[in-house]
């Protein structure tokens, strides 16, 4: 650790000696970082005892204690019947609910959808078509008359009991332009939006259906005519407090397809000014969540020159800087660059990551990081192989031998039978392994509906996907909260311990003993980052 802690400390120095200032609007690092920890600390004035709880601690030990002390944001006891200091103390009484440490996604694209256009509106927590028509009504009322509410990613059809979307005269109920492009399900506006979308060109169904080339030419004319600096920064504030109510404390975006302009591409934003509301949030000091922040690097094996995006990655950009509230990680999703671009990671000391989306894929990934290896240890980097879903003992053996890990989940829109991830083996291996989402635009971010498939075996539409391979909740639990502190590289969070951050989730029901319907229906009423309240429904 205090290596980690010195190579850290050299990357600030260095970084705020230059370019600083100017990525982050004109403060200079040490004016940006005493801002946010003056901001921070006004917010969260009072030290917390949470008492009267389930409290379900993560530790080594996986103890199950009633009270938590938690002081200058970091926890400084667990048990029961603690002594409470004197002084500015406010007490919680959780009457008997379960708590948690703080969710972790250790790789989602969350800042793609924190750069929506419109009054975005993520709907994964709502599991029929009635509740969703409520849920957007509730947010036209904060919606100004003839402004869109829109949801782009964080909705799949699967996940309501209707197995489809909204149709437009069901979303004609909601007083507002609605546009609704789904993870996976298709694409549908109401009347308003329908009218204001073929005025600008783009073809729209009877239905409210959007199909085709017109679907790109939808999502890029609401992006042209919507997205200003303003809304974008709404839209990141949004998409973090409405995680922040699913339980999520900390997350790691793993970038986006890299697009100079608007793009109708749902994966697609500007990758060097993406990250910029995020950034105005945690100059305000008004982050609910933490953000890790990894860079996606596709260049192509044969560039002339080579590794024209990478490269300059690794020499003008830190990784692990930053403050618990919002910092820099590794590369990733995609590397680039073939072995060549493996190889440059690995002799600048950063961390790496690829998915995998079949044995073919991760087979060859292996076989790259091995050539590597050879040349460079990789054991020490914490590098990552994402998603895959057919993996074999063997492959696990020969990641572990390099002192890599994997990251698992994004289950719950899938169908087939047995098509993984492996889950039982990997609890069984010795291999680092963690929970992910990979949501925000291909699939669902919700901890829970991930989680659910986890344990159940069944994607959102009741259909057995993983055989014999689903986990027990404490062991899918644990891959979301303590197994990922080594993917986040922070091992200050994600259990109830001493020392840690205090980040908690306060559940509104036992998430342990409820039936499996209800399990994925489970959301956080009080959620605590850092000992400041994020999130409170009237629990404190």
């Known amino acids: 650790m205090a290596k980690k802690d010195t190579r850290d400390g050299l990357r600030r120095r260095q970084f705020l000696g230059g370019a600083g200032a100017a990525a982050f609007g004109g403060l200079r690092g040490d004016q940006l970082f005493a801002q946010q920890r003056a901001t921070t600390a006004a917010a969260g004035s009072a030290d917390l005892a949470l008492v009267n709880g389930k409290i379900h601690t993560m530790d080594p030990n996986n103890r199950i204690v009633t009270e938590v002390l938690i002081q200058n944001g970091r926890f400084t006891a667990a048990g029961n019947n603690l002594a409470m200091p004197r002084g500015n103390l406010r007490r919680i009484d959780l009457k008997g609910r379960t708590v948690l440490p703080g969710l972790i996604d250790a790789h989602n694209h969350i800042v793609l959808v924190g750069n929506r256009p419109g009054w975005h509106t993520p709907l994964e927590h709502v599991f029929t078509i009635p509740d969703a028509i409520a849920a957007l009504k509730a947010r036209s009322a904060e919606v100004p008359a003839g402004e869109f509410i829109t949801t782009v990613g964080p909705v799949s059809a699967m996940q309501f009991a209707e197995r489809r ?39 729209v169904g009877a239905d409210g259906a959007i199909t085709g080339q017109a679907l790109q030419k939808a999502l890029l004319t609401l992006r042209t005519e919507l997205l200003t600096p303003e809304t974008r920064k709404r839209s990141a504030l949004d998409a973090l407090k409405y995680y922040s109510k699913l339980g999520i404390t900390t997350i790691r975006d793993c970038g986006a397809f890299h697009s100079e302009e608007p793009s109708g591409g749902v994966a697609n934003e500007n990758v060097f000014t993406m990250h910029h509301p995020f950034l105005a949030l945690h100059r305000e000091g008004s982050m609910p969540v933490r953000l890790r922040i990894d860079f996606l690097h596709q260049d192509p094996p044969n560039a002339n020159p080579p590794l024209p995006t990478l490269s300059q990655r690794l020499k003008y950009s830190f990784p692990f800087f930053g403050d618990e509230w919002l910092k820099t990680g590794g590369i990733g999703e995609f590397t680039g660059g073939g072995v060549d671009g493996l190889r440059a990671i690995a002799k600048a000391g950063w961390r790496a990551e690829d998915h995998a989306l079949n044995l073919n894929m991760v087979t060859n990934l292996i076989k790259d990081r091995e050539t590597v290896n050879a040349e460079i240890p990789l054991n020490g980097l914490r ?28 289950g719950p829109l899938r169908a087939g039978t047995n098509v993984g991830p492996p889950y039982r083996m990997l609890m069984n291996h010795a291999i680092k392994k963690g929970y992910h989402s990979d949501g925000g635009d291909i699939t669902v971010i919700n901890p829970w509906l991930n989680l659910s498939t986890m344990t159940t075996g069944q994607n959102l539409a009741g259909q ?77």
């Open 165 to 203: 979307l909204p149709n437009l005269t069901e979303l004609d109920a909601v007083n507002r332009p609605v546009y609704i492009q789904a993870a996976q399900g298709g694409t549908r506006t109401n009347s308003q939006a329908k009218v204001w979308l073929e005025a600008k060109g783009v073809m």
């Open 464 to 540: 057995q996907i993983l055989g014999d391979q689903k986990l027990t909740r404490q062991e899918a639990l644990h891959l979301a909260t303590a197994a990922n502190k080594w993917f986040i590289w922070e091992d200050d969070l994600g259990s109830i311990e001493v020392g840690n951050h205090g980040d908690v989730a306060v559940l509104d029901r036992d998430c342990f003993m409820v039936p499996d319907e209800d399990f994925k229906r489970t959301r956080s009423l009080l959620t605590v980052v850092g000992g400041r309240i994020v999130h409170n429904d009237g629990v404190a």
């Open 383 to 410: 590098w990552i192989i994402s998603h895959v879903p057919e993996y074999p003992m063997d492959l696990a053996n020969r990641m572990n031998a390099m002192g890599m890990g994997v990251l698992v989940g994004w």
